[in-house]
């Protein structure tokens, strides 16, 4: 396997790992499947400043991961939003781990120093939403640090929402400028 740059070529794949999250899961909160078109917007949006890479195997893409911006603020600069998904049947593999231990080296390089994950979650796991995204990003470093009740209403049921956290470095003052 592989981790490569995402381009804005690989919209229509994205859109095909993406869409079964989307029609089928709570994971996102999404109601409805962007086109490749719109992908494309958001690779291109998000690329301008910001790493989005893939995991590919055997020639396919098989997951990918992003940083965003966290809030659109200057004081938030050394802080991003996370994002990974990995194509449903390529799960448990360590394509997550993989994706997300080179996004961090970039955000690392970057000077980013706070990692921050949006997770939808449940008290009471269903056929829509399990607490597996909570669970990886927990054995990825990351801790908890909210919970947003019932905030998300998707299947005809309510999910909660949660921001985990990962430091990356050391907060001094003055810290150099992002790259």
Partial sequence: ????????????????IYRPYV???????????PSAEEFACRI?????KYPYIKAV????????????????RKAYDRSVETTIYVKR????????????????SWLKAMGILNMNACIAFTDAEDEYLNNDSFKFHSKMGFD????????????GRWYDMVWMEKMLGEHIDNPDKIK
């Fill in 1 to 16: 396997m592989k981790i490569e740059n995402v381009t804005v070529d690989d919209a229509k794949e994205l859109v095909r």
């Fill in 23 to 33: 029609e089928e899961t709570a994971i996102s909160f999404e109601y409805e499947v």
């Fill in 44 to 48: 291109k949006n998000i690329t301008s």
């Fill in 89 to 104: 049947d390529c799960k448990r593999k360590g394509i997550g781990k993989e994706l997300y231990n080179e996004l961090e």
């Fill in 144 to 155: 908890m640090v909210g919970t947003f009740h019932k905030c998300g209403y998707k299947f």
């Fill in 57 to 72: 195997g055997d020639g396919m893409i098989v997951g990918y991961a992003y940083a965003g911006s966290f809030k659109d």
